[in-house]
């Protein structure tokens, strides 16, 4: 069993920055970020394998950059240019999926979540 633990989330102007962090127990084959606003499906971030490729959703493309370091168990999102749209919960997910994917059900282990909230 991996364990995940998020940290970095909070409240922030519109325009502004954030920066998450998720600590894993274990190494895993690819690292993830989901996101889950109110009333709506949990939907894919941004995904990096252990080799370094990434993936990254076309709405947070050019905003967000995601990257892992500390031995590959530590997982980052930076988040730029932050909207309205991108106030949710932000779950860390972690799992041997490979290659890489953008599918929720293919990551094994999740993190508690941590609330973003993006103020206009």
């Known amino acids: 069993q991996v364990q995940l633990v998020e940290s970095g989330g909070g409240l922030v102007q519109a325009g502004g920055s954030l920066r998450l962090s998720c600590v894993a127990s274990?190494?895993?084959?690819?690292m993830a970020w989901f996101r889950q606003a109110p009333g709506k499906e949990r939907e894919f971030v941004a995904a990096?394998?252990?080799?370094?490729?990434?993936s990254i959703a076309d709405s947070v493309k050019g905003r967000f950059t995601i990257s892992r370091n500390n031995g590959w168990n530590t997982l980052h999102l930076q988040m730029n240019s932050l909207n309205s749209e991108d106030s949710a919960v932000y779950y860390c997910?972690?799992?041997?999926?490979?290659?890489?994917?953008?599918?929720?059900?293919?990551?094994?282990?999740w993190g508690q979540g941590t609330q973003v909230t993006v103020s206009s």
């Open positions: 997910a972690a799992g041997h999926t490979s290659p890489l994917s953008t599918a929720r059900a293919l990551y094994e282990y």
């Open positions: 274990a190494q895993t084959v690819a």
């Open positions: 990096v394998s252990f080799s370094g490729s990434t």
